[in-house]
């Protein structure tokens, strides 16, 4: 038997931490589809395609390569062939990617990806749509939020252990309220709760309380 694990909500709403936690405690399979859309931006950017140029976009995207690899036991993106865990999460990568995501074909790429990747095993996924799009019969769905405040502190310290320090709090913060608009907004396949999905305000908790929190939530029904 296998089991689907849902989990949406905004940018650094505790999600990849979360998800990646209850990965570990019932021993199945964690996908960040966050990074499969940063992975296709940096594709983009690197070969100096404008996020704009939908034409080239088009063009190119049966070209791009994605791969998740475990490194040290971590698990990271791969680009063709490269691993690219660090540059798909630097600013430049963050500030286009909502662009890239927007554009129809490129959710119906790596959503056929995302609900083959799903289909033999057990799975938690986080992203934008995942209870509402991708995994639509999931078994459990979460919808996770957080004070803008707390979400962008939480990006900020990240991003200061990783040595990325070249944004302010208040410059980043205006970036995941940006980012969170322009996916809600966007035509396909929006940022939003499903109807069946428990919301979880995750600044209410530590993350090993909210990680307790969500499993209780699973046993529980499970
Ligand atoms: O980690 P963070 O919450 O900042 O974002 P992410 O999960 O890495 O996602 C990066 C971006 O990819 C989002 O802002 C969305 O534009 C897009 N995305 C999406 O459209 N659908 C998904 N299922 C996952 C991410």
């Keep these: 038997m296998t089991i689907t694990i849902a989990i949406d909500g905004p940018a650094a709403s505790g999600k990849s931490t979360i998800a990646k936690q209850i990965a570990k405690k019932l021993n199945i399979t964690y996908i960040d589809t966050g990074a499969m859309y940063r992975g296709v931006t940096l594709a983009i950017l690197k070969r100096g395609i404008e996020v704009d140029n939908v034409q080239e976009i088009r063009n190119i995207l049966n070209n791009i390569e994605l791969d998740f690899n475990f490194v040290n036991g971590v698990q990271h993106l791969f680009l063709d062939g490269q691993d690219a865990e660090e540059e798909i999460r630097s600013i430049e990568v963050s500030q286009n990617v909502s662009a890239v995501s927007a554009l129809d074909f490129v959710r119906e790429k790596l ?5 083959k990747m799903a289909e033999k095993q057990s799975v938690v996924m ?9 995994l639509p019969k999931a078994d459990f769905k979460f919808f996770f ?3 803008p405040e707390i979400r962008a502190q939480r990006r900020y310290d990240e991003n200061i252990a990783r040595g990325i320090n070249t944004q302010t709090f208040e410059e980043l913060k205006q970036d995941i309220i940006r980012r969170d608009e322009y996916d809600s907004t966007r035509e396909h396949s929006p940022l939003k709760q ?9 600044g209410l908790l530590s993350i090993e309380e909210n990680v ?11």
């Design 111 to 115: 959503v056929d990806l995302q609900r």
């Design 126 to 134: 986080d992203g934008r749509d995942i209870g509402t799009v991708v």
């Design 194 to 202: 499903a109807d069946d999905a428990i919301a979880v305000d995750t």
């Design 212 to 222: 307790e929190y969500v499993l209780s939530l699973i046993q529980k029904t499970n």
């Design 145 to 147: 939020i957080a004070s």
